[in-house]
């Protein structure tokens, strides 16, 4: 299968809500990052996780290495978070790769 | 924060013809990497490299080579560019320590090849 698979690949939220993406993957990764991509297509990081859990502001993500997965939580999406997010993840050959993405919708 | 400059940052190449899309890191990182994106995807691994004269394939390494004459610099070269290789490139570095393993990207380069 796909070394990172993420989900879902599209999302519409209301301004307000939360929601959640995940990444799974196939083999142990060594660390994580999630990107957000804007509508200038600048990649823009938003964590980068060796292990466990980090937050900043609406955002937390986790990463479990050993369970081979990472999360990404927004609560009380805003309209400026609509983009794409991708998260990708760093093999042990040193290379990272990344998930097909997930568009978010953030709906007034 | 690194900084992972590419040149340049759009390109209108004509088919068959040789297209060079350079990147240059100012924060001493080992690794060096080139993506492709292509429109409404995710990033696709061409090359990447861990140390200057040295190069490895990526995950979709043809048609593409990539040239690493320094720790600063990693090229992506198109020999003969076709019209299937029109999209986005973007470079990466990251120190690769024990401790540290956080990618940082270039801007991105379009490139339309027609």
């Known amino acids: 299968g796909m070394p990172v698979e993420q989900n879902p690949p599209a999302l519409s939220l209301y301004e307000g809500a939360d929601s959640g993406l995940r990444c799974n993957f196939s083999?142990?990764?060594?660390?994580v990052q999630w990107f957000q991509q804007n509508h200038r297509g600048r990649l823009i990081t938003l964590f980068y996780?060796?292990?466990g859990t980090k937050e900043n502001g609406r955002l937390k993500s986790t990463f479990n290495s050993k369970e081979r997965y990472s999360t990404l939580h927004i609560k009380d999406a805003q309209l400026e978070d609509s983009g794409t997010y991708f998260c990708?993840?760093?093999?042990?050959?040193?290379?990272?790769?990344f998930g097909k993405g997930t568009h978010l919708h953030v709906l007034p | 924060e690194a900084a992972v400059t590419q040149s340049p940052r759009s390109k209108v190449a004509v088919t068959g013809g040789k297209v060079t899309l350079s990147c240059h890191q100012t924060?001493?990182?080992?690794?060096m990497y080139w993506y492709r994106q292509d429109t409404g995807h995710g990033l696709r691994l061409i090359h990447y490299?861990?140390?200057?004269?040295?190069?490895e394939k990526g995950d979709i390494p043809d048609g593409y080579k990539a040239s690493r004459p320094s720790q600063e610099n990693f090229s992506l070269i198109l020999e003969l560019a076709s019209l299937s290789q029109t999209a986005v490139y973007f470079c990466?570095?990251?120190?690769?320590?024990?401790?540290?393993?956080?990618?940082?990207f270039g801007k991105g380069t379009r490139l339309t090849v027609v």
């Open positions: 990466a570095s990251s120190e690769m320590d024990r401790t540290n393993t956080e990618v940082f």
């Open positions: 083999t142990t990764m060594k660390s």
């Open positions: 924060n001493n990182h080992d690794y």
């Open positions: 990708a993840g760093l093999t042990n050959a040193y290379k990272v790769i």
């Open positions: 996780l060796a292990q």
């Open positions: 490299s861990y140390v200057a004269d040295s190069t």
